[in-house]
């Protein structure tokens, strides 16, 4: 049996380093989203358990809206920020390979991460108006990709997965299989 060509390196890497489209981004963000909100509600959970054993009252967290809200908006802050700032990534991203880069490719800093995250609530604002130019743009890039003068690309690791399929395809085949015994 003569041994299989690995695929042209073109197919291989992908889309790697290409903007990423608008439903890659939708579905990061939704997991980061419920990233939020799960680590918002053990913290919470945690805080109102941690509060019932140290005073023997229970924290009743429907009467502290306000201070709820303020929580939540800065664990979101951080959340992004600091992530962004960190990789280029935040979970959800990292999930399905996506990474914010500067516009001209080159790493994050960390004040583009700082406005991105700061500038991203008003992307929503005014019925999702921010985003169309993830629709629209050859860049894609939102409103808060253009104040931060950034751009979302895919980055997964392509080589790893053509070394991969390397590895598999110099792996002798099972006997059974091939027809040799």
Known sequence: MSPVAPPPIEQTLGRQGHYAGGASRLAAFALDVG??????????AALSLATQLVTGRSLVLARHQLDGAIVLVVWSFVYYAYQWALNGKTVGMALLGLQVVRADGSPLTVRQAVVRTLVLPLSFALAGTGLL???????????HDLVARTAVVYSWDARAARLRWLARADRPSHPARSGTR
């Open 35 to 44: 990233a939020v909100w799960l680590v918002y509600t053990v913290g919470t």
């Open 133 to 143: 130019g993830v629709l629209v743009q050859r860049e894609r890039r939102a409103l």
